[in-house]
């Protein structure tokens, strides 16, 4: 069986062990973290996945030059799909937005597969096909970025015992120098966890590597419904939010606020964050035994994803 990459490592010990957030000192930086991340912004981008534009996203593997670009327990397929299913599809949805929403989706094939470059193809617990969708290519050609903004998706996650869906951000350099690489975790959920998940910003490599990572309890269950998982970014600073409220402190009231270690060399390199959208099953939790026939299929759903610049 292939290791877990790096990325698995961390967020199997990890996940979700609230951890102390870098605060703002005092006064008014803390009072910018407004209820309303949109205050002052205006909408820059507007995915309502009426279709999947392959002249914005890509789908298949992480990009990145660091691995193949897999992690967990299923190959993320191709656009057109990998073992003759395809986890992509736009499907009717009357509590989407606009009726429409994309569906991303995990199947368990249970038989030795061919997808290229991925570590579980032999291995009966790792045999399936799931989706992960990205405005960035392994070339390190971005279609779609930005260095500032608040990013949202409005997404409904599946109930199930190995589910792992993100949405999440990555700077553009971590494509092709990706040993100094950061990246924003929006959510990161638990398919048996229902009303909880991760958020984390990662500083990857030396100098300057920093982890920050808290656990959101939602109070509500985020598998029955759509919510929204939001993350301002803002010079140094970026503020997790969910449903359209920023994620606070349970001993303090505070918002969570972490400081960007990398932002000046951001700056400097004229970078950008792009995003991705994954579904993905975690290697690092019993492989259900037995599978139920009811857990060998799951959805995500993805309303939206907007940017306010």
């Known amino acids: 069986m292939a290791q877990p990459s790096r990325r698995v490592l961390l967020k199997g010990a990890a996940a979700f062990v609230p951890a102390p957030a ?8 803390l009072a910018e973290i407004s209820d309303d991340p949109t205050t002052g912004r205006t909408l820059a981008f507007d995915e309502g996945f009426a279709a999947l534009d392959s002249s914005i996203w890509t789908a298949g593997p992480k990009a990145t030059t660091f691995d193949a670009g897999f992690y967990g327990r299923s190959a993320f397929a191709r656009i057109s799909g990998e073992e003759g299913f395809n986890p992509y599809a736009i499907v009717d949805d009357p509590m989407a937005s606009d009726g429409k929403a994309l569906q991303i989706s995990a199947k368990y094939i249970g038989r030795p597969m061919s997808v290229r470059g991925y570590y579980g193809n032999n291995s ?17 050609t971005i279609s779609k970025g930005w260095r500032h903004g608040y990013f949202e998706a409005r997404m409904q996650f599946p109930r199930h015992p190995l589910t792992w869906p993100g949405f999440w951000m990555m700077n553009g350099r971590s494509i092709l120098f990706p040993k100094t690489s950061i990246e924003l975790d929006i959510v990161e959920q638990k398919g048996w966890e229902l009303d909880l998940y991760g958020t984390y910003l ?108």
Not at 22 to 29: C, D, P, V
Not at 125 to 140: C, V
């Open 202 to 309: 990662h500083e990857w490599g030396q100098p300057g590597q920093h982890h920050e990572g808290i656990g959101v309890p939602t109070g509500v269950d985020v598998t029955q419904g759509y919510h929204r998982y939001g993350m301002l970014v803002d010079g140094a600073r970026c503020a997790p939010y969910f449903d359209g409220k920023p994620v606070r402190h349970s001993g303090t009231g505070r918002p969570v606020v972490w400081t960007i270690g990398r932002s000046a060399q951001m700056d400097e390199q004229r970078d950008v964050f792009w995003p991705l959208l994954t579904l993905a099953l975690r290697s690092d939790v019993p492989f259900p035994n037995p599978l139920r026939p009811e857990d060998y299929l799951a959805h995500l759903r993805v309303d939206y994803f907007r940017v306010y610049a």
């Open 124 to 140: 009966p617990e790792f045999q399936w096909i799931s989706g992960n969708i990205q405005t960035a290519k392994r070339d390190g």
């Open 22 to 29: 870098i605060l703002l000192q005092e006064g008014a930086a």
